[in-house]
DNA sequence: AGCACGCCGACT
DNA sequence: GTCGGCGTGCTC
């Protein structure tokens, strides 16, 4: 009888840890943390890995049932990595044997071991070598073949064979049979060499990359802020061959799949290096080939989005997160983390350096650097060729607007059209508008499920609710006193889509936003068709602002900026911050000189001021001061509790009470939504609601979490509810 | 989150 | 009698 028990996290969504009796017959020393293991659980089979090996038990024996099977003889996961998974969990109130399986790829999490691909290359023999021409001239493909191979100075993968026009595979087959050509399986270690030599440094960048790279040996976060153009790639570009050429790896994080390809191809010009790429846009082998090939230390690059945080590495020497303060870096569903947060916790573990680059760091960051944490290091120029663009507030006020377009911005969009250039709209909400209000008694179409209000889609011609995604028919006549003077009030993208198309009758104009680029290449077809050229106005929301690039557009407008001044999400003006610098960015980059027009009506806004005048950085100072003085915490953070049961009244009650408990922990905004729509739950009739909380406490997160849970949890021990805590990754440190 | 057990009303 | 809808409790 074995005298220990094995610690296993399994994968499900419970908060815990379950012990297993090893296999019979099996020896203590078979076992490691980190391996992993198939149990049975319930009466489901489920993969867990191993976190501990104790000698104790507070189940009886006769309780515990052995493991299934151990499925690794290695471990599959190191103590280090072990030790920020556990961190997450903890961290983000996800149970431990969901977030271990997040970290592995869908191969791995599946039980399987997939083993690194070999890649076959293709030789002369001995035999083959002492072969004369004549032997081979009845059959020229093989001869072909034969000279290729013998000019050759290594063996050959099948890439080298690409270029031939006909069909290599048959006469290689043969030549392999006869044994004059041998093939033989070995690791792929090509390297991409570098086709264009680094680029010298400039002075800012020379600080930049020295100071970093004095720093290699050791745990420290770098916060690299340069504006559009200043050239924080070729930073990257330096650290990295600094680190690749001392034996290490380098992880490198992009906000979105689209980025990857071009910065990809960047590297290979640059490095020589052997590069792994990782985003949602790969199939499962290709992103657990990646996964192996850094774990194993067969490549010395990992260029991934937010779920490549976890990958482990064989040898760490630098990471590095392009575009810092991008929110996709955040999971909002399920375990929610914030990638940045385990970047540098990770980075902390490993004791390397982390360099976060961006031109509009956020608050969260830039506190963390007035605070010590980060250290900051600033490119100011802008590589030669490169102007800043012109920004210049429009004021509003006792203007006439023709659907919130000022006169003075329409005269700018006519002028550039006459001169066959192109304009970029920038509106910050999708669909037609915002509400839809009675004249005669002043009702608001309001969603019956949640508390927020329905938004009016033209084009589809519903009423929608962005949060729980319900739809109503547009009603002709006020539903609370029956007259029909109903109206839109307010602006969204197909509104002004709409006054464009009206005002500027010749020139096309395309919409682009969540609506109107649902379907595959919508998007990339609106791209192709700005980049033929010619007058044309882009209507669309953020998403326009990332990434892409367009030569022709001269003038950008920000048309509803007040939104953003005055919304009650606190994250709301730094966000239009920085969507501001980064248009300005790119329009300053063309050689034409960039103009952006803002309409607000409040001109005198003195963030807004400071941000036109001084840019980003006193911006985000003045923002974290008046934060400061305002006796904000610099973190805030929302939560979302959700509830369901079959009786709605128990849902409603549980909430309540919830609100109530909450508001004695402090909790200042406190929202219920629901119920929303829940298709998971099979049987039809449960209700579920949301409990939105944002709390702006001085604590961090996860204490007052683990506050509430404890209290939430007695709670329901007297209903029949059911309840899960969905947290903002957003933070922290 | 699943899943099974077991309770209770409704039916060939 | 037993079929099936739904609350309850468990998963080492």
Redesign the pocket.
């Known amino acids: 009888m074995s005298d220990f028990y094995l610690n296993i996290a399994?994968d499900?969504?419970?908060h815990?840890?379950?012990?297993?009796?090893p296999i019979k017959n099996s020896a203590r020393s078979d076992y490691q943390i980190g391996q992993r293991v198939f149990?049975?659980?319930?009466?489901?089979k489920k993969i867990g890995v191993i976190l501990n090996i104790s000698s104790s038990?507070?189940?009886s024996r006769k309780?515990?049932?052995?493991i299934s099977q151990l499925i690794d003889r290695q471990p599959l996961i190191s103590l280090d990595d072990l030790k920020l998974y556990k961190w997450a969990a903890n961290y983000y109130h996800h149970p431990i044997g969901e977030v271990l399986a997040q970290a592995f790829p869908k191969q791995l999490r599946a039980g399987l071991t997939p083993t690194i691909e070999l890649t076959t290359r293709y030789a002369l023999s001995k035999h083959g070598l002492t072969l004369d021409e004549n032997s081979l001239k009845r059959s020229p493909r093989q001869l072909g073949l034969w000279h290729q191979l013998k000019n050759a100075d290594a063996p050959v993968d099948r890439d080298f064979f690409s270029t031939l026009d006909w069909n290599w595979r048959s006469p290689l087959k043969s030549m392999i049979e006869k044994g004059w050509v041998t093939a033989s399986q070995e690791h792929n270690t090509a390297t991409h060499s570098p086709t264009t030599p680094l680029f010298d440094p400039n002075p800012a960048q020379q600080t930049a990359i020295d100071s970093i790279a004095k720093a290699l040996e050791g745990f420290q976060v770098f916060l690299l802020d340069g504006v559009t153009g200043s050239g924080k790639t070729e930073v990257y570009l330096r650290l990295i061959q600094h680190v690749i050429s001392a034996g290490k790896q380098v992880l490198i994080l992009l906000p979105e799949i689209t980025l990857t390809p071009q910065l990809a191809q960047r590297f290979r010009q640059r490095l020589t290096a052997q590069m792994v790429i990782s985003h949602s846009g790969l199939n499962d082998t290709q992103r657990a080939q990646a996964w192996l090939r850094l774990k194993e230390g067969l490549a010395n690059i990992l260029l991934g989005t937010r779920s490549a945080v976890f990958t482990p590495m064989r040898t760490p020497g630098l990471i590095i997160m392009d575009e810092e303060h991008d929110i996709s870096f955040k999971q909002q569903e399920g375990f929610r983390y914030s990638a940045r947060d385990i970047a540098v916790m990770r980075a902390r573990d490993y004791s390397i350096p982390i360099v976060l680059g961006t031109a509009t760091p956020s608050l969260e960051s830039l506190y963390n650097v007035q605070q010590g944490r980060f250290k900051q290091l600033v490119l100011p120029e802008r590589t030669a060729g490169a102007s800043h663009p012109d920004i210049r507030l429009l004021d509003c006020r006792n203007q006439t607007l023709d659907n919130h377009l000022s006169q003075s911005l329409l005269k700018a969009i006519g002028k550039t059209l006459e001169r066959n250039e192109q304009v970029i709209l920038f509106v910050n909400r999708r669909g037609f508008a915002p509400v839809l209000m009675c004249h005669s008694c002043g009702w608001v179409a309001q969603c019956r499920r949640c508390d927020s209000r329905l938004v009016i889609h033209k084009n589809a011609n519903l009423l929608r609710c962005h949060h729980c995604g319900v739809e109503h028919a547009i009603p002709n006549t006020c539903p609370s006193c029956q007259q029909a003077e109903l109206f839109p009030l307010g602006l969204g993208t197909e509104r002004v889509e709409e006054t464009l198309s009206s005002h500027f009758p010749d020139t096309p104009v395309s919409r682009i936003d969540r609506d109107s680029t649902r379907q595959k290449n919508a998007m990339q077809s609106v791209i192709d068709k700005v980049h033929e050229g010619g007058a044309q106005i882009l209507v669309g929301t953020q998403m326009l602002a990332k990434g892409h690039h367009f030569p022709n557009v001269t003038l950008v407008g920000i048309v509803d900026i007040d939104a953003g001044l005055f919304s009650c999400d606190f994250r709301a003006s730094e966000r239009m911050a920085q969507l501001i610098t980064q248009v300005a960015g790119r329009a300053g980059r063309e050689e034409k000189l960039g103009r952006v027009l803002i309409q607000t009506h409040h001109p005198e806004h003195p963030l807004l001021n400071t941000l036109i005048t001084h840019g980003y950085t006193r911006f985000a100072k003045e923002a974290l001061d008046e934060r400061q003085q305002a006796q904000l915490p610099p973190y805030h953070y929302q939560a979302l509790l959700?509830v369901?049961?079959?009786?709605e009244q128990a849902v409603l009650n549980f909430l309540n009470d919830a609100k109530e408990l909450i508001s004695t922990i402090q909790a200042p905004l406190i929202q219920i939504l629901g119920p929303v729509p829940a298709p998971?739950?099979?049987?039809?009739?449960?209700f579920r609601y949301q409990l939105l909380i944002e709390s702006a406490q001085r604590k961090p997160r996860h204490q007052f979490l683990q506050q509430l849970l404890p209290k939430l949890e007695k709670l329901k021990s007297s209903r029949?509810v059911?309840?899960?805590i969905d947290v903002d990754p957003i933070d922290l440190f």
């Open positions: 399994v499900t969504p419970l815990r840890i379950f012990d297993y009796l149990v049975s659980f319930g009466r489901l038990t507070e189940l309780q515990l049932k052995p959700r369901n049961a079959i009786n998971m739950l099979k049987r039809a009739g449960r029949k059911r309840w899960s």
